[in-house]
């Protein structure tokens, strides 16, 4: 037994006490952000994005709080279900799915429109924490304990990039990646599976993608040489962040957002509006503001005794690393533009709700830190 | 089982700091790219964000005017009103043309022309749906614009001539440059930007034009206008006002007094050499050329068998006919050959060899000397005088007096508009054949193949007047001019004087029945007709009772030529005028001639003439030298 044990808090107010609320402050003041830019965004006006923004933040706000109270044993059983769930959501698109731009990505269900992508990002999480938290760690690198999360990760990713939505599927392959891999997988297996990785990664790039995304991956190697076309976004994107410089053009000012050379600016460019209104001051700021959320989730993270826990908040922490980092440098012509948004700044439903649902289970990590729940417990076992 | 644990715990920690230090470095990796692009970079990109936000719009400069001696407007510019429909707020054009043809006409040629050009335009660039349209079509449009969505109405300037006929020629007119000419130059690509494309409009172009202002906008990444930034955009410079020597009073004058016929007229000032008055007949209206000829129109101007588009003031070339006997008469004084009362009989013709040179009067003149031949215009007078000079003197004596020279009086002339005076060698390389005497007697009449133009008739008649080297000249001079004494004895100049005073005011003069003087009280005048042959009636054509030269079709019938100049005790104005097929120069050429001469003298500035003071002094030219 470790030297203390804090007690696991059982009331709804001893976990509002435990909540971790410098946490709470970061993601309150990024949302708050991402309202102040989709105000700019509408040439400061409230409709249309930064009054949604702001009410569907305030409610998915709430969500994260309740899930922060929910004890780990119910997600735990939920784990599962919610991957089974998802992953047969997943076909439903496939299948019956509706197109937009493209892609199909949205599934009606009566009056409600979902991305079943977003319900994979967390319940993968959930599945694979559940998993190895089952699986002795002496079995983490034995064939049989990798056949398992290998699928685990396979199937949902592919049927994801198969959409085509190569943001989403690259988010989620990383973020089951990372999790195996913290989850003790061998040094001997992460060797050779990265090279076979990179291998396969090549012959993906060169015969797997769609016309438009090989567009996409071209285009980003070499903008300058087709600035009215695909490589339109990136170079305005990067002229808008340059031309902001040290403390930008002033808040709705942005001459690159405003006068529309700077494409999807609710959405995925937001960040290069941020950038060019506030200049390099205002985007580090906002990369801070980042850095310290994360910096929380590593530290509860490390804090958790379970597996489980630790694993889930190590996987949502990744995945939301991933979306700051893949779409801040995709703003800044690093890597391809594939549309991830920048969590809780940009406009967007569902993804916000997978983000506030991901950091309430980060909260609720953290409030349980000290509990342990049982292997191989069945529902609310 | 415990200690497993605690090394999983470990593991999974170490890992964690891995994740994180991952997560450290991509973070860093963003950062330093966001430090490139807005700290290192940030003046490259600040440049491409201005590129972008900023455009600048060509303002076109205000043209200058074109103005007479006295500062009489001849071009100038006047607001055209456009309407223009943007597709944006018009929604579907076909209708908005429908509710606008309830106000103006608008053809099917124009409906499809304008359809076409809105298919092809930016939803929110206006196209131009009619220019030039007039004042009530234009206020009719306004008022009714709240039911026109998508019409702008828009003034902007046009090139307007407001006395077209009689300028065309001269001040020429101005039209869209052509593209070889406007290349890839933005002000002159403008649609709604002239340039000079005759006349003094062309001649003078570049002090006209002025220069291109831009005004600096702001355009969104659809090319839409969102402001204008005035502070920081460069006004366009208006072009310079060109002053002309032309009356524009007394060459409105000559244009109506030539009236329909294919003629000309030039007016000089024989003191400064400035042209007063060119006139070419029928004319045209250059205002059409502005917003652009229908091409029926201009293959009408093109086609007319009095070609209105030529300006024969300038361009057009005749044989200068009896017009050249002072001339003849000055070389034969330089030389001794002929004294100024040697008699020369003339019996109506005179015989060549084999070939017979006969005077216009069939019936001879009997003994004449030079006043007289001049008075009276004897041809065989001047076949005995040309002989006796010989066509080199006479080729001298012309040329001095301006024959063969192309005098550049500051707009466009065709090259070969210095006109022609015959010498052996010029004969010998056309045909191939030796001068001979019959040529000699020819250009001693001004006929065979000397050519000149009216405006070197009108200098030529200035120089005889003055004894001057004079130099024409369309703008007024920076410094008053000192025209070079030409090589003829004062009293010689006299003689010829005389002689051309007599032709207008002794009886027996070609031109003292038919003019009877200037027509102003006290002021007399010097004159001399030319009948240049187009045709000669052969003894068939005789024989079938062509008599006459009204028997004979308009386009056959001889050129009337007439010079003149006044007030004859201080010569002022010299005048030529030239009336194609208008038959003989005392008939035809010699009233308008006059009447022009007149106007002048009436209108002169005064105290300038000396029309006043001269009346009473006598005439003393030797003085001069």
């Known amino acids: 037994m470790p030297v203390f044990t804090q007690p696991v808090p059982r009331d709804l107010r001893a976990k509002l006490f435990e909540l971790n609320w410098a946490f709470v402050l970061l993601i309150v003041l990024t949302g708050c952000i991402g309202v102040l830019m989709l105000y700019s965004v509408a040439g400061g006006a409230w409709d249309p994005w930064a009054i949604r923004h702001a009410t569907r933040f305030a409610a998915g706000f709430l969500v994260m709080l ?316 | 089982m415990r200690r497993d644990k605690q090394e999983a715990q470990a593991q999974f920690n170490r890992r964690t700091f891995m994740v994180g230090a991952g997560g450290v470095a991509a973070f860093a990796g963003i950062g330093a790219q966001l430090y490139t692009l ?106 009714h614009l709240p039911e026109l969505p998508g019409v702008m109405p828009d003034v902007g300037e046009v090139r307007t001539y407001p006395m077209p006929a009689a300028f065309a020629h001269v001040a020429g007119y101005v039209q869209s440059a052509p593209p070889e000419i406007a290349g890839d130059d933005p002000l002159l690509r403008h649609p709604a930007f002239r ?156 015989q060549l060899g084999n070939r017979r040179f006969h005077c216009w009067r069939r019936e001879g003149h009997g003994p004449v000397n030079m006043h007289d031949a001049i008075k009276v215009s004897c041809d065989t007078y001047f076949y005995e005088v040309a002989s006796r000079l010989g066509i080199e003197r006479i080729r001298e004596a012309a040329l001095e007096l301006g024959f063969g020279q192309l005098f550049e009086v500051g707009i466009p002339m065709l090259s070969q508009a210095g006109g022609l005076f015959p010498s052996p060698q010029w004969k010998r390389a056309r045909t191939g054949q030796g001068w001979s005497m019959g040529d000699t007697y020819n250009v001693g009449i001004g006929q065979g193949a000397v050519l000149a133009s009216p405006l070197q008739l009108a200098v030529m008649t200035a120089r005889m007047a003055t004894g001057r080297a004079v130099e024409p000249t369309l703008y007024p001079r920076s410094a008053p001019a000192q025209f070079a004494r030409l090589d003829f004895e004062d009293a010689h100049i006299e003689a010829v004087h005389n002689a051309h005073v007599g032709v207008v005011h002794e009886p027996g003069g070609t031109s003292y029945w038919s003019l009877g003087g200037l027509g102003v009280e006290g002021v007399r005048m010097a004159g001399k007709t030319g009948t240049s042959q187009v045709y000669s009636i052969s003894a068939e054509e005789r024989a079938r009772g062509v008599r006459d030269q009204d028997d004979l079709p308009w386009r056959l019938r001889n050129h009337g030529l007439f010079i003149c100049y006044a007030p004859a005790e201080a010569p002022r104005y010299a005048v030529a005028v030239v009336v194609e097929h208008g038959g003989g120069g005392a008939r035809s050429a010699a009233q308008p001639g006059r009447d022009i001469l007149r106007e002048l003298i009436l209108r002169d500035p005064a105290g300038r003439s000396g029309v006043i003071a001269a009346r009473h002094a006598p005439i003393n030219l030797a003085q001069g030298g």
């Open chain 1, 66 to 381: 309740i899930v922060a109270m929910v004890p780990p044993r119910m997600w735990m059983s939920l784990a599962y279900p919610a991957y089974l769930g998802a992953l047969f959501l997943l076909v439903m698109v496939e299948l019956f799915g509706a197109t937009a731009m493209g892609a199909q990505r949205w599934i009606d269900i009566g009056p409600l429109r979902m991305q079943p992508s977003e319900i994979m990002k967390i319940a993968l999480v959930l599945a694979l924490a559940r998993y190895y938290h089952d699986l002795p760690p002496e079995k983490v690198s034995t064939p049989g304990g990798m056949i398992v999360p290998a699928l685990a990760i396979a199937l949902p990713v592919g049927l994801i990039a198969k959409q085509p939505d190569l943001g989403t599927a690259v988010l989620t392959g990383a973020t089951g990646a990372v999790m195996v891999f913290l989850a003790g997988l061998s040094w001997k297996v992460i060797v050779p599976g990265m090279i076979a990785g990179v291998v396969g990664g090549i012959t993906f790039l060169r015969y797997g993608l769609e016309e438009y995304q090989r567009a996409r991956v071209m285009t980003f190697l070499n903008p300058e040489n087709d600035p009215l076309g695909a490589g339109y976004h990136i170079m305005q994107s990067k002229i808008a962040l340059g031309s902001g410089g040290l403390t930008g053009k002033g808040y709705m000012q942005g001459t690159q957002a405003h006068l529309n050379f700077l494409p999807e600016k609710q959405t995925d460019f937001i960040f290069t509006m941020l950038g060019e209104e506030f200049g390099f001051i205002g985007g580090i700021a906002v990369l801070a503001l980042y850095a310290l959320i994360l910096g929380h989730c590593l530290m509860t993270a490390m804090a958790c005794r379970s597996v489980f826990l630790r694993l889930v908040t190590m996987g949502v922490t990744t995945t939301f690393a991933l979306y700051v980092f893949i779409n801040a440098a995709m703003v800044m012509g690093l890597v391809p533009v594939v549309g991830v948004p920048l969590p809780m700044i940009s406009y967007g439903g569902s993804v916000m709700f997978t983000v506030l649902i991901g950091l309430g289970l980060i909260l609720g990590a953290h409030i349980h830190r000290a509990a342990e729940p049982p292997k191989g417990a069945g529902i609310f076992g």
């Open chain 2, 195 to 350: 340039v000079g494309r005759s006349g003094v409009e062309i001649a003078r172009d570049a002090e006209l034009r002025g220069s291109a202002g831009s005004l600096k906008v702001e355009v969104n990444a659809f090319g839409r206008v969102i402001r204008e930034l005035p502070e920081q955009s460069r006004p366009a410079e208006p072009g310079r006002d060109v002053a002309l020597t032309i009356d524009a009073e007394v060459q409105r004058f000559a244009t109506d007094r030539l009236g329909t016929q294919s003629a000309s007229a030039v007016g000089i000032d024989v003191h400064t050499g400035e042209v007063v008055v060119l006139a070419s007949t029928p004319s045209f209206d250059p205002n059409l050329f502005v917003l652009g000829i229908p091409s029926r129109e201009f293959s009408d101007l093109n086609e007319n068998p009095l070609r209105p588009l030529f300006n024969k003031a300038t361009n057009g070339l005749y044989a200068p006919a009896s017009t050249i006997k002072g001339v003849i008469s000055l070389a034969a004084l330089r030389h001794g050959v002929m004294r100024p009362g040697e008699r020369v009989t003339c019996r109506g013709s005179v």
């Open chain 2, 38 to 143: 807005q700290i290192l970079q940030e003046d490259e990109y600040r440049v491409l964000s201005d590129n972008n936000q900023f455009s600048f719009r060509i303002q076109l400069p205000t043209r200058g005017r074109i103005l007479d001696r006295f500062g009489e407007t001849i071009a100038e510019n006047r607001d055209s009103y456009r309407i223009y429909l943007i597709r944006e707020q018009a929604g579907d054009p076909a209708l908005a043309l429908d509710r606008l043809s309830r106000f103006m006409p608008i053809s099917d040629a124009r409906r499809e022309r304008v359809l076409r050009d809105l298919a092809r335009t930016p939803r929110f660039q206006p196209v131009t749906i009619a220019e030039g349209v007039d004042w009530e079509t234009f206020s009719r449009v306004n008022l």
